[in-house]
């Protein structure tokens, strides 16, 4: 019997990422080191998903906070750092959730101590929302460093190097926009 750790995709394997079937991915003009260096980008990717989902586990859990928490926290630091007034509409409109979901959100990051709601400068039939002090310095503390040790990965490459791997993260945006069966609603 074949382990877990044992099925796992190697790059230097006959297991592929893929299957090498020309109606997905035609290979017949790469070598085999080329398709071993191809399989190499798609397990570093692989590795870096997971660290990356297992950060934002962790931030979450550290803050007491889920997804769409998370979600709404960031859009309103970011906001606040520009000037920017939040109503609850915005807030459902980048979380993507429904004017009673967004109200439950709200009431629960009120209550605990992450939001507050103030009045709106220019319109007094509505309110705006806003990160709490405390909040906003432990996201800083926490995600903001996070930011920091990936933007240091990116600095310490060359210049030439930098523009391959926007154009591979393009590439790879572009590649990853649902199509088919996966557009349907």
Same mark, same amino acid.
Not at 3 to 17: F, G, K, M, Q, W
Not at 83 to 99: N, R
Not at 125 to 134: D, G, K, L, W
């Given at each position: ?26 290979? &017949?003009?790469? +070598? #085999? ?6 399989? *190499?980008? $798609?397990? !570093?990717? @692989?590795?870096?998903?997971? /660290?990356?989902?297992?950060? &934002?586990?962790? +931030? #979450? ?6 997804? *769409?928490? $998370?979600? !709404?926290? @960031?859009?309103?630091?970011? /906001? ?19 004017? !009673? ?85």
């Amino acid at each position: 019997m074949v382990s877990t750790a044992e099925r796992r995709i190697r790059p230097d394997s006959d297991l592929n990422y893929f299957l090498n079937d020309p109606e997905f991915s035609d290979r &017949s003009h790469l +070598s #085999r080191a080329e398709i071993t260096q191809c399989n *190499s980008i $798609m397990e !570093a990717l @692989r590795r870096w998903r997971e /660290a990356d989902r297992a950060l &934002s586990e962790a +931030s #979450r859990r550290y803050m007491h906070l889920n997804d *769409s928490d $998370m979600r !709404a926290i @960031r859009m309103l630091i970011h /906001a606040q750092k520009q000037g920017w007034v939040v109503t609850p509409k915005d807030i459902a409109s980048e979380v993507g959730i429904s004017s !009673a979901s967004t109200t439950k959100l709200i009431d629960r990051l009120v209550a605990a101590g992450h939001l507050i709601r103030a009045p709106h400068p220019k319109d007094q039939r509505t309110i705006c929302i806003e990160v709490t002090p405390e909040t906003a310095q432990a996201a800083r503390e926490t995600i903001g460093r996070q930011h920091a040790r990936r933007f240091d990965a990116a600095a310490a490459m060359s210049s030439d190097e930098r523009e391959v791997v926007v154009r591979f993260l393009t590439a790879l945006t572009e590649a990853d926009q649902p199509q088919g069966d996966l557009t349907v609603q």
